[in-house]
């Protein structure tokens, strides 16, 4: 069974910075790409960033700029940095794995930017 464990939310002040890291754990046949999605207040789900397989990155409009995804240590794993965090990117962070044949959600993450 493939679960995805996400760390590294919490509460920061405004102009501050934190790190995701999610770890996917279990069988995987084919990895596709891994990703952050994020939900706030009143909004759906949307892009933050994904990262496939070879390296290349795409970046949602809501943080580019401020935000760069990058593959783990361990195998199946991606990290994001945020930087320069606004209290509008508050909200709950969710890690993706595009693998072949199914795509797995983590549980998400709690992110609070203070004002």
């Known amino acids: 069974q493939v679960q995805l464990v996400e760390s590294g939310g919490g509460l920061v002040q405004a102009g501050g910075s934190l790190r995701l890291s999610c770890r996917a754990s279990g069988s995987i046949s084919i990895m596709l790409a891994m990703g952050w999605y994020r939900q706030t207040p009143g909004k759906e789900r949307e892009l933050v960033a994904t990262i496939i397989r070879g390296g290349s990155t795409n970046y949602g409009d809501s943080m580019k700029g401020r935000v760069t995804i990058s593959t783990g240590n361990a195998e199946n794993t991606v990290d994001l940095q945020m930087n320069s965090l606004k209290p509008e990117d508050s909200g709950v962070y969710y890690c993706?794995?595009?693998?072949?044949?199914?795509?797995?959600w983590g549980q998400g993450t709690q992110v609070t930017v203070s004002s």
């Open positions: 993706k794995a595009n693998s072949y044949p199914r795509d797995y």
